[in-house]
């Protein structure tokens, strides 16, 4: 199984940024999936959720109008769209996703690596 994010880096206040993560190794169709992000000395973050048919979508507070997340799962691939970006958006990005299985009668999920997003001037 691997979550594999890409896209982040150092941009300017106001700037955008996309974020991809590509899924292997399970049925990403079958799989809620989560950015979750961590600033620099605080605990993790949930920034968006978007269910296995990417047909509902939940977003934090600071970022609602500004970040889409949206999935491909022809492509295996979750992203997120970050526009307006802000100092305070920085954090390391992670990819998550999750399911609850019948079979096992248990819930099953797997993180990505991270990316790092840097915004400042």
């Known amino acids: 199984v691997q979550l594999v994010e890409s896209g982040g880096g150092l941009v300017q206040p106001g700037g955008s940024l996309r974020l991809s993560c590509a899924a292997s190794?399970?049925?990403?169709?079958?799989?809620?999936m989560y950015w979750v992000r961590q600033a620099p000395g605080k605990g993790l973050e949930w920034v968006s959720i978007?269910?296995?048919?990417?047909?509902?979508?939940y977003y934090t507070d600071s970022v609602k109008g500004r970040f889409t997340i949206s999935r491909d799962n022809a492509k295996n691939t979750l992203y997120l769209q970050m526009n307006s970006l802000k100092p305070d958006d920085t954090a390391v990005y992670f990819c998550?996703?999750?399911?609850?299985?019948?079979?096992?009668?248990?819930?099953?999920?797997?993180w990505g690596q991270g990316t790092q997003v840097t915004v400042s001037s």
């Open positions: 998550y996703a999750r399911h609850f299985s019948s079979t096992f009668n248990t819930w099953q999920d797997y």
């Open positions: 190794g399970f049925t990403f169709s079958s799989y809620s």
């Open positions: 978007i269910n296995n048919g990417g047909g509902l979508t």
